[in-house]
């Protein structure tokens, strides 16, 4: 089970207040933050190099559980890998965080401070492993609270393997709304709408719509791979 953290010293912004997808700046990352931070649909990223922005954006992308995209050369890719939980949790990360990726925003920090959060249970990582070699190949981490999944970021070093990845995750999440019977009630939350998530599903709601259904997500169980 996760443990709970250190309630938070800082009075973090409500979304609802805001007009704009930056909603504040400033605070730390210590794991009672970002957990505070989750449940009030905030996520952080950084602007620059030194300051902390609290981000909700609206529209907020999501991607439905029963509107994942599956094309059939993916379902095929599903084949060559084998997907784990929790396996290479820091891997993942340091994949995600490395400098020559494009557009990268994951500081020292950053890792330090979601690898803090997984070791007390709150964050997560679903990895895909090559069955021809046995190597990290791809993969994707974020937030788990309740009936929530906040995903972070992805990565991978072979073809589709982070999409197979996040095939991992909604069978997961999925699996733990039918046996609770509250798959609905579930949120893959994946930050914005991109091109790229759009072709695999994501849909846009509204800020309203998000924190309206993140109330409801936050009082289910967490699915098992997520508990132990």
Request: charged content about 25%; some cysteine.
């Amino acid at each position: 089970m996760a443990v709970e953290p250190e309630p938070t010293s800082w009075a973090l912004p409500d979304p609802e207040n805001s007009d704009d997808d930056l909603v504040g700046v400033g605070a730390d990352l210590a794991p009672g933050t970002l957990v505070a931070a989750y449940r009030k649909g905030l996520f952080p990223m950084p602007i620059g190099r030194r300051a902390l922005g609290w981000w909700s954006p609206d529209p907020r992308g999501i991607i439905p559980l029963d509107g994942l995209r599956v094309s059939k050369s993916l379902r095929r890719s599903c084949r060559a890998f084998e997907v784990t939980v929790d396996r290479a949790f820091a891997d993942v990360v340091a994949a995600c965080a490395d400098p020559r990726r494009p557009n990268g925003w994951i500081t020292r920090d950053v890792a330090r401070a979601y690898n803090r959060l997984h070791e007390l249970g709150w964050a997560h990582s679903v990895e895909a492993w090559s069955r021809e070699d046995g190597r990290l190949a791809g993969g994707l981490y974020g937030v788990a609270l309740g009936g929530l999944f906040a995903g972070e970021s992805m990565f991978h070093v072979r073809r589709d393997a982070s999409k197979v990845a996040l095939v991992g995750l909604v069978g997961i999440l999925r699996a733990a709304g039918d046996m609770a019977k509250d798959a609905g009630a579930r949120i893959l939350d994946v930050q914005w709408r991109t091109t790229h998530l759009a072709t695999l599903g994501a849909v846009e709601v509204s800020r309203e719509e998000y924190l309206r259904r993140l109330g409801t997500a936050l009082e289910l169980p967490p699915p098992p791979e997520f508990s132990t």
